[in-house]
């Protein structure tokens, strides 16, 4: 027995039949079988994905002390190497420990996208090709061949819109399981591969029949759900505060750039008493200072009030 | 951490390589542009074929495949080509994102038909061509104008009528000359059978399960059966009998004139070519690899089934009293009628799935490697070859 046959054996023939008999029993709609298998076969191997999301977590909280070994280490990798696998060592995290469960979990994924375009049997080809699959059970070759329309689509042919769902829902999981590194080459080049895998597989999935995508999607949103429940939103929440304080910066610019010269331009620098015209607490109460807010120079300064819900100068 | 941010992108380069990688060259062994290749179809001394359509390979990603067709009339004496005509895509009729092509590729799965100096071809792009066998000239004209949609079975010539099926669910009788519709009649199905005429009546089966005979004058319904699988084989007509091959790995066999079943035969797959009768007896090739030899009155089995070893879908023919079959991993095989002993003609080691097409002593086999065969019925003897891409 050739290995193309043990694949077809234990991958291809159950995967195939299982997603025909579905169709049947969901109302003869191959979509909704889609997502039912895609759905079960992300339950079957969820111990694996969560295996994989922690030991990503596990390397996650070791970040700072890397760090330390990478400053300590930097003239010598070797040695940062060794302590690094010394330090994986002790804590009981294998850097392995996150790839392998991907690895393992690749085959699957191939045999319900094989299984998938298979069953769609657009052209005679394939549907030729379909027969030797097949169990001898009654209900398998009176489903085919399967109705092609789910929703708005024709599971046989490329869908725009669900392109840009399958790039968006990828680019959400890949945020999320971003970690913020030090080393800013690193940073830039898992930048480049958040935007480069969605836009990839977006662009492929117009190329490919939509029942294709309809399983790509409903993976990326099945494994957002398990990533949320065990790590939270991660960098995708994460990123927000970081915005501010661009924000922030760009802001103390501007104002230091205004007090150079102090009349003049959008920005006013008001008096205590407009200040407290502009506040919504009550006159006259004091106000504690926190600390940690803009130096004394800046603090008095705010923006003129744009109009709007929010900004509107509380009436008198 | 370093470590880690180096594996972590080269896992995901990798997984992303290997996608398309494995989507783009067909690894994954899944085609989802047509190729068309069809049987042939003799006429004075020319063999009109249409080519199977080559298909995008090596080109990572976005190589796209062949979309224009062709006839091809070659010589049956000695294999020389005699001419081809270009049988253009001309719109496109769905999808045309990403790599896909934006036009419906002009694959051709039917036979021609030949009327006269006309052959006409059906195309995957719903198209129907006539091209003149003196002067070359070609006209073609939408069957759906509306909704283009695949013509996978062939065309039938009776008269000055043409008849097909079409994936839009309709069976079409047109004008042989102005190939301007005459009437239609709605299934519930795509249909990509051939029909199949004897005296006025129109069989042909569909993805809704359903055998159904028409009146080939106005198409309207003569009587229709309905089985537990889709019906895209071809039927066979005899007597006051059809006989054909459904999805629920059923012969069927039911009389003509109502439409009641008078038996049915179960195999372990598909029957997907058409049967062929000699002498009350009906040979079924079936994609198990199996010839069964039935009673055309009962459908007994008359003798135990002939294992070919491998799926036939290449419909058989007949050749003075032997049945010539074809098994999809390429060799040849003649079925005495009288002893329904088997023997080998040859074997051309090339992936078989058009339907044979036979003149005289000679059959013509056109294989998914794009060659095309004559081969000596009697002595299995090798006439000529030709490839045609």
């Not at chain 1, 004091?286 to 300064?301: C, N």
């Not at chain 2, 005699?82 to 895509?89: F, I, R």
């Amino acid at each position: 027995m050739g290995i193309g046959e043990i694949w077809n054996l234990i991958a291809m023939e159950p995967m195939i039949n299982t997603l025909i008999v579905l169709t049947r029993y969901l109302f003869n709609n191959f979509g909704v079988a889609i997502i039912v298998v895609t759905i079960i076969v992300n339950a079957a191997m969820l111990p694996l994905t969560l295996k994989q999301v922690r030991a990503s977590k596990a390397m996650q909280a070791l970040q700072p002390k890397l760090a330390e070994l990478q400053k300590k280490y930097a003239k010598d990798k070797q040695r940062l190497a060794q302590e690094q696998m010394k330090m994986y060592k002790e804590s009981g995290v294998s850097p392995a420990g996150c790839l392998l469960p991907l690895v393992v979990q690749m085959p699957v994924w191939i045999a319900l996208y094989q299984s998938i375009m298979h069953v769609l049997a657009v052209i005679p080809e394939n549907l030729l090709g379909l027969s030797k699959y097949l169990y001898s059970w009654p209900v398998v070759y009176s489903t085919l061949p399967l109705e092609n329309q789910f929703l708005w689509l024709n599971l046989a042919t490329g869908d725009m819109l669900l392109a840009i769902l399958v790039g968006g829902t990828m680019w959400v999981q890949q945020k999320m399981v971003m970690t913020p590194g030090a080393d800013p080459k690193q940073q830039q080049q898992a930048s480049m591969m958040l935007w480069l895998m969605p836009m990839m597989f977006a662009f492929l999935t117009l190329s490919f029949p939509s029942g294709l995508a309809l399983f790509w999607v409903t993976s990326n949103v099945v494994r957002i759900g398990i990533q949320y429940s065990a790590t939270g939103w991660g960098a995708l929440v994460k990123s927000a505060p970081k915005k501010q304080d661009e924000r922030d910066k760009k802001y103390k610019q501007r104002i230091s750039e205004v007090e150079k010269v102090p009349q003049g331009g959008d920005i006013v620098a008001p008096t205590v008493t407009q200040e407290e015209g502009l506040s919504h607490e009550e006159p006259g109460s004091e106000r504690q200072d926190r600390g940690g807010g803009y130096p004394k120079s800046i603090r008095a300064i705010k923006r003129k009030p744009r109009r709007g819900r929010g900004h509107r100068p509380k009436r008198r | 951490m370093e470590i880690r941010s180096n594996i972590a992108l080269k896992v995901c380069l990798a997984v992303v390589l290997l996608l398309v990688g494995l989507t783009s060259f067909g690894c994954i062994g899944i085609r989802t542009s047509p190729q068309g290749g069809s049987g042939g179809i003799v006429a004075d001394n020319t063999l009109f074929l249409c080519p199977a359509l080559k298909q995008a390979s090596g080109g990572f990603g976005c190589a796209a495949p062949q979309t224009e067709g062709k006839l091809v009339a070659v010589s049956t004496s000695d294999g020389n080509r005699l001419w081809e005509v270009s049988l253009e895509a001309s719109r496109a009729t769905s999808g045309g994102y990403g790599c896909a092509p934006s036009v419906a590729p002009v694959a051709i799965y039917g036979s021609p038909a030949v009327a006269g100096d006309l052959v006409y071809v059906a195309g995957y792009n719903g198209r129907i061509y006539a091209i003149s066998a003196s002067t070359r000239l070609s006209q073609d004209r939408y069957v759906n104008e509306t909704n283009p949609q695949p013509i996978i079975g062939g065309l039938v010539v009776v008269g000055d009528r043409l008849y097909l099926g079409s994936a839009d669910g309709r069976v079409y009788a047109l004008n042989g000359t102005s190939l301007e519709k005459e009437w239609e009649f709605k299934t519930g199905g795509k249909v990509w059978s051939t029909p199949a005429i004897e005296g006025n009546t129109l069989y042909i089966g569909s993805f809704d399960k359903k055998l159904y005979a028409l009146d080939t004058g106005d198409g309207a319904e003569k009587w229709a059966f309905e089985t537990e699988g889709a019906i895209i084989s071809t039927p066979l007509v005899y007597d006051d009998t059809v006989c054909f091959g459904s999805f629920d790995r059923h012969l069927y066999c039911l009389d003509t004139g109502d439409g009641s079943l008078k038996w049915k035969f179960m195999a372990d797959s598909w029957f997907w070519a058409k049967p062929v009768i000699y002498d009350d007896t009906v040979y079924a090739p079936c994609l198990d690899g199996k010839v069964y030899i039935l009673s055309a009155e009962t459908g007994s089995e008359v003798v135990g089934a002939i294992d070919l070893g491998s799926p036939i879908s290449s419909s058989p023919v007949l050749v003075g009293s032997e049945i010539v079959v074809a098994s999809e991993e390429g060799k040849v095989f003649a079925i005495d009628t009288s002893s329904n002993q088997l023997r080998l003609l040859t074997e051309v080691g090339e992936v078989i799935n058009a339907p044979l097409c036979a003149s005289d002593e000679t059959i013509y086999v056109y294989t998914g490697s794009q060659n095309l065969y004559a081969l000596n019925v009697e002595s299995g003897a090798q006439l000529w070859s030709l490839a045609i891409k």
